[in-house]
């Protein structure tokens, strides 16, 4: 489970008091059980060419804070109750900003009351002594928006959190090419929109050629109006028109920069696009005319998605969510066969996949599974899905089902078609399909092998290495078998177990011993083996080890040590097992 | 599995009348497979494992245990223990759970080396390069209480460290759900240690059975170590109680190792290779009464199993007459 924060509580089956627009997917006209095989958009490539294409909506949430408290005090579709809504109190959340508990945000009820950010916390009490006053959790306030980004990759593989100011919530959706599966981008944002609005949030959204136009705009143009609506953009030229009447802060400024600029007489960005580029630069640095020229689009601004863009996916929306596991490997198989179809018409097999299953209440799953060698068998991929969902049992709550499920393949590698030698490899295909599997089930950490390394230390000699990060060398000799060796036990304790051992002398070996309560007379014995921690790995070495082969009276074989040495090392030397022959 | 893919054209029937020995009795198996298959065709029935897979047998080196361990009537070439099977290896204590664990290692790559030399014709020597990769799987509490398998001692088993690969699964169930997943898979594994605790419910008469089942059919050799396990019922093909031994340090490896000096003073202080007391308990279709425990020694050099002592009635540990034994056997 790469993620499972704990985004939406689960919606109420039937709203009470609805009078808003219910939670229905008939609401809007959603491509119902279409299924439509994506290939990502290209995250940059081709920017320079196309930059007329790119289209951008950026998603301001202004009440995220307070939205979060609302959510979790009634539910989380208060926004759709109107008695509830009505009842909002004033509430806002404090900081401390320079040694004084400041306002950082407030809820709209609070906006109403001549409150602003930046007013210190006693002159609101004194004002409004009755209002709700919160300590800022900025914490989990990141956590919820991480939540709807994950949410929001319904829309697009592209979702940035945009991070230009601090304290501001904000998404950045980079739709090109997505928008069409959702019946035009205005109907994209009017979904995404109304969807966070039915979950409780406060959300603007802009579109716009540009991520800067599209920040500016979800931010100051409809700042009266009401929430969820969306501004668009159509075009390069018709930024500047829309964006000149906006203030300055909305270029993404610096305070500091905002009020300098504001001496001079420059409020709005048509007053400062007007004025000569050269004194500005001199004065106000280079800062000032790059924000202006991205916003504009005479520079390039490349958005940086959370999650790595998949080279290829499959997804289908669902008209009825789905619950059942043998429903979710249905549709899982179903889409695994559209993307080998996909992947053998570009020649690729997949090293690693994703499945992203979105539950209706906003929560999304990303499970992975890698494969050991490229693959583009729909069987295998289900199989290999299979285990992962049988891994899970415990962690996965399908609630009240899942909307729209997804297949990425995140990884890829070149597979020629139906690549097989004359030297067994069918053989190989079981074994490096078995792996898979069993990586997929008990998780790739708990498979390894062992690697030797060239030390004397018992506990380093061997490496654990994940079994699928080995690498066979056909021609890899068997010199090491040459030196077969008694010396090392078989079985070794990952920490020395302390036994209580008597020596006939000093620095001889133990005559008797006792190891998990049970006394054990030596008979043979071999030794010493002096190992000595390498003074020149850490600063402060262990003590010397003399390492003995006892056999016991019974017959069994024990490798066990002294740590220290008499008289040079400690006074009282401590005796340990490190291990078992056999 | 899809029953049918294993049945090869029954172009035996052509074949000379003076193949060989081992060939004859594979044929013969192989005939008896067919004839199952048109059987149940006949029938209208589906073909059970049963029907279509055959016993593969490889000898584990001593000549004694192979005669007890394969029925009577078989030729001497076909005698040995059973290859695509599950076998089990109990220890009592705790102390000893190397020993299981060494006799239950030196018994895999035995029956995984016979079984390449019988079907492709090649030695897997020194090493263990051309067999593919063992599986061990040990949850974590195994590993905590017995110690892990460490690699620098693993060569003495002929087992090179990259060529263990090391399951943890978190539950009991996860480890028989990855032992049923190997113990289904041809070829990927030369042989499977399950290593467990006592007699869980999870690893009972069915559940064995099952494995045992997929390990015929997959041909992949099962070894189920249980650690401080009693004598219960399985649907192992053998079980086999190792209890330790105290190594004999005169015989041919001793010789490897101190070179040639035979009669060394000290020699009787030191330790030898492995050596284990067996006691097959459970055999199918052997005579019980002759199973009396024996003193095997593994041969590092060899990589093979040598008797150290013959059966005696009583089961003994002290070797106090086993170097005449052996100084018998070895003669």
């Not at chain 1, 501004?231 to 028109?241: G, L, N, Q, W």
């Not at chain 1, 068998?377 to 996965?396: G, K, N, V, W, Y």
């Not at chain 2, 263990?128 to 974590?140: M, R």
């Not at chain 2, 494995?211 to 050799?221: D, E, I, K, N, Y």
Request: proline share 6%.
């Amino acid at each position: 489970m790469t993620n499972a924060l704990p985004f939406l509580p689960n919606l109420p089956d039937h709203p009470q008091g609805t009078t808003g627009p219910t939670i229905k997917r008939e609401q809007k006209p959603m491509p119902d059980a279409e299924l439509e095989l994506v290939s990502a958009p290209p995250a940059k490539a081709e920017s320079a060419t196309s930059k007329e294409t790119r289209r951008y909506l950026a998603i301001h949430l202004p009440t995220l804070p307070t939205d979060r408290i609302s959510r979790l005090q009634g539910n989380a579709c208060w926004r759709l109750n109107a008695k509830q809504a009505d009842q909002e109190r004033p509430r806002i959340v404090v900081a401390k900003i320079k040694n004084a508990i400041r306002l950082v945000h407030l809820n709209e009820q609070a906006t109403q009351l001549s409150l602003s950010a930046g007013m210190s916390l006693t002159d609101a009490k004194a004002a409004y002594p009755d209002i709700d006053v919160l300590q800022q959790d900025r914490e989990a306030d990141q956590l919820l928006l991480n939540a709807i980004a994950d949410w929001c990759d319904r829309y697009t593989p592209l979702v940035a959190i945009d991070h230009a100011m601090q304290d501001h919530y904000g998404l950045m959706l980079d739709i090109t090419g997505c928008a069409h599966l959702f019946g035009g981008e205005a109907a994209l944002a009017k979904d995404l929109l109304a969807r966070l609005f039915h979950q409780g949030f406060a959300a603007t959204g802009a579109l716009a050629p540009t991520p800067g136009a599209a920040w500016a705009l979800s931010r100051f143009k409809n700042k009266n109006s009401d929430y969820n609506g969306c501004v668009k953009i159509k075009t390069v030229k018709d930024i500047e028109p829309a964006l000149s009447s906006l203030p300055l802060a909305a270029l993404r400024l610096t305070t500091d920069s905002v009020s300098a600029l504001a001496r001079l007489g420059l409020r709005s960005i048509g007053q400062l696009s007007l004025q000569p580029r050269a004194p500005l630069a001199r004065r106000f640095g280079r800062e000032i005319l790059y924000k202006l020229d991205q916003a504009m689009g005479a520079i390039e601004e490349a958005i940086s998605p959370r999650r790595p863009v998949a080279e290829l996916m499959a997804e289908r929306r669902l008209a009825e969510p789905i619950s059942l596991e043998t429903d979710i490997e249905q549709v899982t198989q179903r889409l695994a066969r559209h993307l080998s179809e996909a992947m053998e018409r570009k020649g690729i097999g997949a090293r690693q996949f994703q499945l992203c299953l979105f539950r209706v209440d906003g929560r999304t799953f990303y499970l992975e599974a890698g494969t050991s060698r490229a693959e583009r068998d729909s069987q295998i991929i289900t199989r290999l899905f299979r285990e992962r969902f049988a891994s899970l049992q415990d962690d996965f709550d399908a609630g009240y089902g899942f909307e729209t499920i997804r297949l990425c393949v995140l990884s890829s590698e070149r597979l020629e078609l139906n690549e097989t030698s004359f030297l067994g490899s069918a053989k190989d295909d079981e074994a490096s399909q078995l792996m898979d599997r069993l990586a997929a089930r008990i998780g790739v950490e708990n498979i390894t092998r062992g690697s030797l390394e060239n030390t004397h230390l018992p506990e380093s000699a061997e490496r654990k290495i994940p079994a699928n990060q080995y690498i066979e060398r056909p021609d890899q000799a068997d010199d090491h078998m040459d030196d077969i060796t008694l010396t090392r036990p078989l079985r070794l304790f990952a920490l020395p177990e302390a036994i209580d051992a008597i020596a006939s002398v000093p620095d001889g070996p133990p005559i008797r011993f006792r190891w998990r309560k049970i006394l054990h007379t030596v008979t043979k014995v071999e030794g010493p083996e002096r190992i000595s921690d390498q003074w020149w790995a850490k600063p402060f070495p262990r003590q010397t080890r003399d390492y003995f082969r006892i056999e016991d009276d019974q017959g069994c074989r024990y490798w066990l040590f002294r740590e220290g040495l008499y008289e040079r090392g400690t006074d009282r030397p401590k005796w340990f097992l490190h291990g078992l022959f056999a | 599995m899809p029953a049918h893919a294993a049945i090869p054209v029954p172009d035996f029937f052509r074949r000379s009348q003076s193949a060989q020995n081992v060939m004859a009795k594979s044929d013969a198996d192989k005939i008896r497979a067919y004839l199952n298959r048109s059987i149940a065709g006949i029938e209208k029935r589906t073909v059970t494992l049963q029907d279509i897979q055959t016993q593969i047998r490889v000898p584990i080196g001593i000549a004694e245990i192979d005669s007890i361990l394969s029925s009577s009537r078989q030729t001497t070439a076909a005698q040995g223990i059973i290859a695509n099977a599950l076998h089990e290896i109990r220890v009592e204590r705790g102390l000893e759970a190397a020993n299981g664990a060494g006799f239950a290692l030196c018994m895999g790559l035995t029956i995984a080396r016979a079984l390449l030399r019988k079907q492709t014709g090649k030695t897997a020597h020194l090493g263990i390069k051309p067999l593919a990769p063992v599986f061990w799987i040990a949850d974590d509490f195994t590993r905590s209480e017995y110690g892990d398998f460490y690699g620098p001692g693993l060569k003495a088993y002929g087992i090179a460290p990259e060529n263990l690969i090391r399951i943890h699964p978190k539950n009991r169930e996860e480890t028989l759900w990855v032992a049923g997943e190997i113990a289904a898979t041809r070829g990927a594994a030369s042989f499977c240690l399950i290593e467990i605790r006592g007699h869980p419910k999870e690893f009972d008469l069915t559940t064995t059975r099952r494995l045992m089942l997929r390990a015929q059919a997959s041909g992949t050799p099962i070894i189920l170590l249980r650690q401080s396990g009693q004598e219960e019922a399985s649907a192992a093909a053998t079980r086999w109680h190792v209890s330790p031994a105290s190594s004999c340090n005169t015989g041919r490896n001793a010789r490897n190792k101190i070179g040639k000096h035979q009669t060394h003073p000290l020699m009787h202080q030191f330790i030898g290779p492995p050596a284990f007391t067996v006691h097959l308990e459970k055999c199918r279709g052997a005579n019980a009464n002759q199973m009396t425990p024996w003193k095997i020694e593994w041969n590092p050099h060899d990589q093979c199993f040598a008797l150290l002592a013959k059966p005696s009635r009583s089961p003994s540990r002290h070797n106090g007459s086993d170097h005449q034994a052996r100084a018998k056997t070895h003669a």
